[in-house]
């Protein structure tokens, strides 16, 4: 499986694997612009392809994320504006990377086209389909959000392809993973940028440890596409003295939990330490980090989302 998740990465939409790019109905691109427009996203990802090492150097600065022991359905894919790591068992991204600058943040002029469809570097087995995200309580909810993918058009085109998106029940994502993003993007003004990590826990039973494959529960009917317990988002952002500050965000994926509470306070009491996310994703995010520098920034947790980043 990985050397074909390999040979997909390396060749593209060249790769003779079901090259077609599938759009769903509700797709917003006029049907005589979606010829060329596609071609150009799926250019665009094959280009990327080639400058692997530099673009992890970009937006993945302390090394690529380890991965927990055996995990042989996951692999990296990268995009100019962003690192995924995918799981091919869970036709779901697990973790999203990326830089996000202010003016990345500012920029308001490509056009945003909502257009859903698989990515062309994934095989049918590996790859969700549209019916496989078709839900009434949940919505395809984008790890590096579509506002945050602005730097250019194939950037926006390219953070609606199935390999960007993981299942959100409708109130979590309208009403807290929306809030959190907005944040974010006003961290990156008034931080002048900041490093990203955005990605899916599957803990359903809560013991703190990931759920093995077959405990992992599955959008119906077609039960493909898994379902996270909580979502992360993981922030570090490098001062011009060379300190690096840090916050992350552990939350649950449940729209109970928050129901008649204020928004804002709520993220701020779920505030948790990279070493919280580390321990229940299994992953080390920042492997190549110094180790006296990764114990207290991964050990560390911020105190308010108020006071975070006040420089």
Known sequence: MLKCLFLALVFGPFFPVSVFSQFCSDCEIPSNV????????????????LQQNALVKIHLPFGIPKAIPGATNESIFVQFGWITWYDAHLK????????????????KK?????????DSRLFDADAPFCHDHRLSSYVRGHLIPANDSKRWQEMMDN????????????EFNRRVWMRLEGRVNKWAVSGDGVKVVTGAVFDKDTDGQRDRADEIA?????????LAS???KILIHRRPTGVIDSIAFLLPHNSGVYAGKKVIPYLNSRIVSIDDIEAITGIDFYPDMPFVQQNAIEGGKATSIFKWLTL
């Open 34 to 49: 979606r010829a060329a427009r596609p071609k150009t996203a799926d250019k665009a990802l094959s280009e990327a392809t």
């Open 92 to 107: 779901s991204p697990l973790w999203v990377a990326y830089e996000f600058s202010k003016a990345d943040a500012l920029k």
């Open 218 to 226: 599955r959008i119906k009917p077609r039960n493909r596409v898994g």
């Open 159 to 170: 953070s609606f392809r199935f390999s960007n998106m993981a299942p959100l029940l409708k």
């Open 110 to 118: 490509v056009e945003r086209l909502d257009c859903f469809r698989r």
């Open 230 to 232: 909580h979502f992360y």
